[in-house]
T-cell receptor
Framework: QQQVKQSPQSLIVQKGGISIINCAYE??????FPWYQQFPGKGPALLIAIRPDVSEKKEGRFTISFNKSAKQFSLHIMDSQPGDSATYFCAASMVEDSGGSNYKLTFGKGTLLTVNP | NAGVTQTPKFQVLKTGQSMTLQCAQDMNHEYMSWYRQDPGMGLRLIHYSVGAGITDQGEVPNGYNVSRSTTEDFPLRLLSAAPSQTSVYFCASSPFEKRAETQYFGPGTRLLVL
C-alpha cells in the first residue's frame, strides 16, 4: 500500500517558469511533511517542510501548499532555474509508538525536474 | 564537520558474497538509519537505530543486518548478496528529537550484485 503518492514522475520546465509537484497521503496520523531535493550522485537533502496546522509555507522561491481536508500537498518552485534540476521527493512522517522511539517516514517515489535554459 | 560519510562509493559483488557498507557521522546524532533507493521506488527504510546498542527493523529488512556499537558508526551487512539487493544505499542521521523532521543523508553507496 503506497501511503504517499507523488506526481508527476518527471517534469520539464523552461527557465523562469513555475514547477509544481503534487503529493497525496492516506494516513491522517502523519503530522510532518518534508520535501527533499536530490542532485545526481548525492544524497537527498531537506529542502522545506510543513506541519498540517498551516496551509502554506514559503522559503525563497519554494512554497509548500497544504490541503488537510483533501490530504494533499504540493511544492511550487517559482522562477525555476537550471540549477533547480534535480529529483524531488515528498515525504510524510509520524511517531509510531507512545514512547516515541520509532517514527515512520514515508517517501513518495520522486519527481525528476529538468529546467531548460 | 564531515557530516555523514559512507564507504565504499561503489561496489560490485557476486551472488552469495558478503560485505559491509560503512556509515559514520560526526554530529553526535543519536538516530541513524539505512535506506535503499531503487528507480521509481523512492527511498525505503531498511534498519534504524535510536542509539548505541539499539537497532530495529524498517520496511525492507530481509537480507540485511545492522549493529550499533558506537554513536558514530552504523554499518550495514549483507550476509549473502542477491541480485535483488542491487541498489543505491543511503545512510542518514538525525538528533533524536528531530528524527521525525530532518534526516541528514550521506552521499550513498552504489551496489551491483551480479
Amino acid at each position: 500500500q503506497q501511503q504517499v503518492k507523488q506526481s508527476p514522475q518527471s517534469l520539464i520546465v523552461q527557465k523562469g517558469g513555475i514547477s509544481i509537484i503534487n503529493c497525496a497521503y492516506e494516513n491522517t496520523a502523519f503530522d510532518y511533511f518534508p520535501w527533499y531535493q536530490q542532485f545526481p550522485g548525492k544524497g537527498p537533502a531537506l529542502l522545506i517542510a510543513i506541519r498540517p496546522d498551516v496551509s502554506e509555507k514559503k522559503e525563497g522561491r519554494f512554497t509548500i501548499s497544504f490541503n488537510k481536508s483533501a490530504k494533499q500537498f504540493s511544492l511550487h518552485i517559482m522562477d525555476s532555474q537550471p540549477g533547480d534540476s534535480a529529483t524531488y521527493f515528498c515525504a510524510a512522517s509520524m511517531v509510531e509508538d507512545s514512547g516515541g522511539s520509532n517514527y515512520k517516514l514515508t517517501f513518495g517515489k520522486g519527481t525528476l525536474l529538468t529546467v531548460n535554459p | 564537520n564531515a557530516g555523514v560519510t559512507q564507504t565504499p562509493k561503489f561496489q560490485v559483488l557476486k551472488t552469495g558474497q558478503s560485505m559491509t557498507l560503512q556509515c559514520a557521522q560526526d554530529m553526535n546524532h543519536e538516530y541513524m538509519s539505512w535506506y535503499r533507493q531503487d528507480p521509481g521506488m523512492g527511498l525505503r527504510l531498511i534498519h534504524y537505530s535510536v542509539g548505541a546498542g539499539i537497532t530495529d527493523q524498517g520496511e525492507v529488512p530481509n537480507g540485511y543486518n545492522v549493529s550499533r556499537s558506537t554513536t558514530e558508526d552504523f554499518p550495514l551487512r549483507l550476509l549473502s548478496a542477491a541480485p535483488s539487493q542491487t541498489s543505491v544505499y543511503f545512510c542518514a542521521s538525525s538528533p533524536f528529537e528531530k528524527r521525525a523532521e530532518t534526516q541528514y543523508f550521506g552521499p550513498g553507496t552504489r551496489l551491483l550484485v551480479l
